[in-house]
């Protein structure tokens, strides 16, 4: 084909110059966009005609498109059960984690609630605000002693009077 033809796209009616080495295919399309969209309003025309003059044909062509979709609904109704399944295990952590949590603070507040009555009873107090004292005393005590930083010690006076016998 000579190198001055020009051709007018089919689909999008550009005026293009076809490849010469591929006269026949190019002359009608002016690029793959316009070929695909051709090629697919081809087959669209070849298979309503189809349907229309061979009755076996059109028949099994729906069968085959009802099985399609009957395949399609199963993927998605699928897709949708795994999901809840996911969501569903997703809050099973997430509940288990809440349990977790909630059954630590339990376990820290029998220990602090523990803690609390062996102070009032080594130290004999009978208010809340002697046991605090007494922890105090005893925690710049073990700060002292321990020699690590991890309590500051406490530069307070302490006013820890025992009413009952024993105690520091």
Not at 21 to 35: F, H, I, T, V
Request: with cysteine; aromatic share 6%.
């Amino acid at each position: 084909m000579p190198s001055d033809t020009r051709a007018i796209c089919a689909e999008c009616g550009k005026v293009f110059r076809p490849d010469r080495y591929n006269a026949w295919r190019e002359r009608l399309y002016c690029g793959p966009s316009c070929a695909l969209a051709g090629r697919r309003r081809s087959q669209r025309g070849w298979r309503l005609n189809r349907l229309e003059t061979d009755p076996e044909w059109a028949a099994q062509a729906r069968a085959r498109s009802a099985s399609c979709q009957r395949a399609r609904r199963a993927r998605i109704r699928d897709a949708k059960a795994a999901a809840a399944e996911a969501e569903a295990e997703v809050l099973r952590r997430q509940d288990d984690a809440d349990a977790v949590r909630k059954a630590s603070e339990a376990a820290m507040r029998h220990t602090a609630l523990l803690l609390f009555g062996l102070c009032a009873d080594l130290s004999g107090s009978k208010t809340p605000e002697e046991v605090a004292r007494f922890s105090a005393m005893m925690m710049d005590k073990g700060a002292r002693l321990g020699g690590s930083g991890a309590f500051q010690a406490r530069q307070s006076t302490y006013a820890f009077h025992p009413q009952a016998s024993g105690g520091p």
